[in-house]
């Protein structure tokens, strides 16, 4: 699992025009998993099934 940062650098995540993280590949928003004893985000695309971290 990548970090969302690294993923924008290399192009497979994007942001619309509102700001929301999305998979370049597919085009769709990403959904949210937040675990709150963890310090860590899932971002999880519902297409493909990718996912990506991001620290809180």
């Known amino acids: 699992m990548k970090s969302v940062r690294k993923a924008l650098r ?3 995540l994007d942001k619309d025009t509102y700001d929301r993280l999305v998979c370049a590949d597919c085009e769709k928003p990403l959904k949210t ?4 004893d963890q ?11 990718t996912e990506w971290k991001e620290i809180r």
Do not use: A, F, H, S
């Open 10 to 12: 290399e192009g497979k």
């Open 39 to 49: 310090i860590k985000t899932v971002r999880i695309c519902p297409d493909c099934d």
């Open 33 to 36: 998993e937040n675990d709150p």
